[in-house]
């Protein structure tokens, strides 16, 4: 490669200097279990499910009446992050 | 949600860092995602391309911006400068994580600005999730999302150790 950098590939043990954790904290467990945003509560995680929907797409790109969806979610989730539930 | 974030670090996205580059100082580098502390140092970088290759030499290039840019605003702040810094990086191509550690050394650095081939190897060190599956696959896959949020949680260790040198006086 130029300017001599080379790229050395390590398996996880290697880069990490230690094994991949047998269990994860902090990650709500629906987001490990499944695939579809409406069938979760937490809100951040249907965002994020969303997000990997629209991310996996073979076009790559959302339509612009899923943008408007999504942009309402986000906001929604985002004053419901505020505490503002009324 | 994994904690990349804390107080005194910020995100931005589309964040342009000039690069000194073969004697022209005016170029300039566009992260996807970079993470700054205290609006001063360039601690993080994300790049998402459509090929692994392309993403792997814009972070690097990235990543020698940032030497530049961080050095500067040392400076600016009455630090001195460092002559070397690991850089974290992750790039996306489609929804696989790949995870680098880019040392960019000062010698690096002036190779760059001056366009010449420098006699020390960079070694940058990569690992990639579920480098026996296909490119294709993705986080979308479940196991392969455990797997990838697995190697997040350990490179967000990994990336404070190296923020430690990275902002030390």
């Known amino acids: 490669m130029a300017y001599n950098i080379v790229i050395r590939n390590q398996s996880a043990t290697t880069f990490f200097g230690q094994d991949l954790p047998a269990t994860l904290d902090g990650i709500d467990p629906e987001f490990l279990t499944s695939n579809v945003p409406s069938e979760v509560d937490n809100h951040g995680t249907q965002l994020l499910l969303m997000y990997l929907e629209f991310a996996t797409e073979v076009n790559g790109s959302m339509s612009p009446v899923q943008m408007i969806f999504f942009a309402s979610h986000s906001l929604l989730a985002y004053i419901r992050s505020k505490g503002c539930n009324q | ?169």
């Open chain 2, 1 to 169: 949600m994994l904690g990349f974030e804390e107080s005194g670090y910020i995100l931005r996205s589309r964040y342009a860092i000039p690069l000194n580059i073969c004697g022209e100082p005016t170029q300039t580098v566009q992260t996807d995602i970079c993470l700054l502390h205290q609006a001063s140092t360039i601690t993080l970088l994300v790049q998402e391309d459509k090929s692994e290759l392309g993403a792997e030499s814009k972070v690097i290039a990235e990543a020698i911006a940032s030497f530049q840019e961080n050095n500067r605003n040392r400076i600016r702040l009455g630090k001195g400068r460092k002559n070397s810094m690991s850089i974290p990086c992750i790039t996306m191509v489609g929804t696989r994580p790949i995870f680098y550690v880019v040392p960019v050394t000062q010698q690096l650095c002036t190779a760059v600005e001056q366009g010449e081939f420098p006699e020390q190897v960079t070694e940058v060190r990569k690992c990639v999730v579920g480098a026996e599956t296909q490119l294709s696959d993705g986080m979308e896959r479940l196991d392969f999302r455990l797997e990838a949020l697995k190697h997040f949680a350990l490179f967000r260790s990994l990336a404070k150790s190296l923020w430690s040198d990275l902002l030390a006086d």
